[in-house]
């Protein structure tokens, strides 16, 4: 069993940063790829970022690559996502999730957060 817990979400001005954390409890945690999720009012679930157990692999949707970095710290349990140059279209709760498959599809993800909230104003 992994529970996974969001930090780091909040209220800022398009151009800004936030970083969000992920802490994760349970073992074998550097056995699991993780991802993070964004959802926005009225839409769906989507994929945002993910990296591998052992962070040597990260992936991006299209609309966050060059702008978010996904890293991870294994021996603290803590996966964390770098959000620069945000903009309102960001605007979503942010969710992390484990994959014990690798293969970061949300239908098939292990373990879910509650979800943090990133508010982007214009």
């Known amino acids: 069993q992994v529970q996974l817990v969001e930090s780091g979400g909040g209220l800022v001005q398009a151009g800004g940063s936030l970083r969000l954390s992920c802490a994760a409890s349970?073992?074998?945690?550097?056995?699991?790829?993780m991802g993070w999720f964004r959802q926005a009012p009225g839409k769906e679930r989507e994929f945002v970022a993910g990296i591998s157990w052992s962070g040597g692999n990260t992936y991006y949707a299209d609309s966050v690559k060059g702008r978010f970095t996904a890293s991870r710290e294994n021996a603290k349990n803590t996966v964390y996502l770098q959000m620069n140059s945000l903009k309102p279209e960001d605007t979503a709760v942010y969710y992390c999730a484990a994959d014990s498959s690798g293969l970061l599809d949300p239908a098939a993800m292990d373990y879910w957060g509650k979800g943090t909230l990133v508010t982007v104003s214009s």
């Open positions: 349970g073992r074998l945690f550097d056995t699991y790829a």
